[in-house]
Nanobody, 116 residues
Framework: QVQLVESGGGLVQPGGSLRLSCAAS????????MRWYRQAPGKERELVAI????????IYADSVKGRFSISRDNAKNTVYLQMSTLKPEDTAVYYC?????????WGQGTQVTVSS
């Protein structure tokens, strides 16, 4: 059974940091491109960051470049999103996504709220 389980969300003040984790099971994690998306209330789901399965190449949305960092630990079947200098506009539900030709999986999401 395929599972992607996100954790690490919560309430943080502007300028603060959070690290999201996504634990994967039920598929060959190391062969999948991993992504983080987010969706704010009333808005479309937005791609935040990508990490490739080979070489570890990363890509970021302009809105988070320089503040967020995606990484993966294939030994632990886990992908991370380190978020720093958080802004109120980063408030959203953050989703983990696994992608490979012919297959894709989604996590259930974790809420991140940036507010004073």
């Amino acid at each position: 059974q395929v599972q992607l389980v996100e954790s690490g969300g919560g309430l943080v003040q502007p300028g603060g940091s959070l690290r999201l984790s996504c634990a994967a099971s039920g598929f060959t994690f190391s062969t999948y491109q991993m992504r983080w998306y987010r969706q704010a209330p009333g808005k479309e789901r937005e791609l935040v960051a990508i990490i490739y399965s080979v070489g570890g190449t990363t890509i970021y949305a302009d809105s988070v470049k320089g503040r967020f960092s995606i990484s993966r630990d294939n030994a632990k079947n886990t992908v991370y999103l380190q978020m720093s200098t958080l802004k109120p506009e980063d408030t959203a539900v953050y989703y983990c996504h696994a992608r490979r030709t012919g297959n894709e999986y989604w996590g259930q999401g974790t809420q991140v709220t940036v507010s004073s």
